[in-house]
């Protein structure tokens, strides 16, 4: 390729978007991505302040005759695996991918049978 189709003239000036000024409110992306103990430790703090998982009005089986899905044993596996997860992370025996997306689907699925008996308020929907 010549250096013409490259544009390498040595006195030919290209604007440079490199000089160019990111505006004072942007902050550049500099987090890394958490490891998987500590994006399940993330997601479990996440879950406890979302689900209602040790409030009496939620372990009373088929509040008001309209229970669909039962709010009691759906809570209860999700604790279940809150302990589980936060006693193998404790013992140094994190997840990999898959338990990760498992335990997110898991939860998510409670939620919305949590919703739908009234436990918790809908959340709007994302598009």
Aim: hydrophobic content about 30%; charged content about 25%.
């Amino acid at each position: 390729m010549s250096s013409a189709a490259l544009n390498l003239h040595a006195k030919t000036q290209t604007p440079s978007l490199v000089t160019a000024q990111a505006p004072a409110n942007v902050k550049p992306i500099t987090t890394k991505k958490p490891d998987l103990n500590s994006a399940m430790l993330n997601l479990i703090e996440e879950v406890k302040n979302e689900l209602p998982l040790y409030e009496s009005e939620t372990f009373i089986c088929g509040p008001k005759g309209n229970c669909s899905g039962c709010s009691k044993k759906l809570l209860e596996m999700v604790d279940t695996e809150l302990m589980y997860w936060e006693h193998s992370i404790s013992m140094g025996q994190g997840p990999n991918f898959e338990e990760l997306r498992r335990f997110g689907k898991l939860c998510s699925s409670v939620r919305r049978g949590l919703e739908r008996n009234g436990l918790v308020e809908k959340r709007p929907r994302r598009r």
